[in-house]
């Protein structure tokens, strides 16, 4: 990375992963190019003896075109200077990362605990590899209190998302860690939601740290990305060996796109965060509303942690509206600025309503009938979004 004299983020991640200077023409691209290759060469045997060796003790080495050239490389320096770590390790999707975490840190006998809050697939990851691969998989509200019963003479790993998916559960980081190094366990993160930028797991005591890139890392709705990222040396060993060993690569040209949003990462999280405010207020007016989960929107639960841990906030919040079934769907299909899907973390506003079975696995679900519609607040004009939550919600009540 170039030498910036701060400390500031917004700055290094303007500067991280950047072209060298060409030795001949002394010069170089603004935007690094992207290197796509499947194939490395090396200009003796010597060299590439050299390049084996420094592998084998765990530097970043290519040797073969799945683990990526200068692009590559990039982007694991800019996951670093997110994260605050020494290695990240990049993988095809969020889950595929998930996947590492779980894969390189358990082996068969071992037991997890993980956060009942987290992203859903990862309880499909349980039921359709982990099970088969005889690792055991228990799930309970990630408070100190609730998961001392919880610990097993095999428990190994402390799994958990803050916040928690669906619902925006923030969770005490800093009393999970101090739990987990009591119990001798790994603690995991999934922080997808801070991307790095308004929230440090590792800062707070987590060991490991999980995000989709795929969301506000890209910040385009154009890529699939995951990355793994770890300080201690014992659990960068076991990612680089794991990740070498299943055979994970991602293209180059969405390594070079990935790059590209994080450039723009900090002014479109700030915009996401003050329109998803903005919504909030709006949300908290109608009389439909029950309850809004957005930890930055001082009526959350959450609220006082999320002040406490995070650096900013996003565009993610959940609503519980005194809506039936048939109501909600109405609702749904009346926005016509917010488009019906699963992802977030794009320019765009999305929309998606949340079935009851999934919440019910949620300890922080507090029950009843009403609906709980999730929204991505994108880029949008917010007079506009607010203005399109407003005529949708008066169809669903006329």
Known sequence: ???????????????????????????????????????????????????????????????????????????????????????AFLAPSGLSAVTLVFMALLNAGDHVIVADCVYGPVRHLDKTVLRRMGIEVSYCRAEPGALESQVRPNT??????????????????????????????????????????????????????????????????????????????????????????????????????ALRGVRTLPIRMRQHAENALRVCEFLASRPETARIYHPAWPQDPGHALWQRDCHGSNGMLSVELALDHAQARRFVNALTLYGIGYSWGGFESLVQLVEHAPLTQHSYWGGGDNAVVRLHIGLEAVEDLVADLAQALDKARA
């Open 1 to 87: 990375m170039a030498h910036t004299g701060t400390t500031r983020l917004e700055t290094q991640l303007l500067h991280s992963g950047i072209a060298e200077f060409n030795p001949k023409t002394q010069s170089a691209p603004v935007a690094l190019p992207s290197m796509r290759t499947s194939t490395v060469r090396f200009a003796s045997l010597e060299a590439l003896d050299h390049a084996l060796a420094d592998k084998a003790d765990g530097e970043r080495i290519a040797t073969y075109g799945r683990s990526g050239m200068d692009t590559h490389a990039a982007l694991e320096e800019v996951f670093c200077e997110l994260e605050g770590t020494q290695r």
């Open 156 to 257: 190994r790993m402390l799994y958990v998302e803050s916040p928690g998916s669906l619902l925006m559960e923030m969770l005490d980081l800093p009393a999970l860690a101090e739990f987990a190094r009591r119990h001798k366990l790994v603690l995991a993160a999934d922080n997808t939601w801070g991307a790095g930028y308004v929230y440090r797991p590792l800062d707070l005591g987590v060991d490991v740290s999980a995000v989709a890139g795929t969301k506000y890392i890209g910040g385009h709705s154009d890529l699939m990305l995951g990355a793994v990222m770890a300080n201690d040396p014992e659990l960068v060993r076991r990612l680089n060996e794991t990740h070498y060993a299943m055979g994970y690569s991602i293209s180059a040209d969405d390594a070079w796109l």
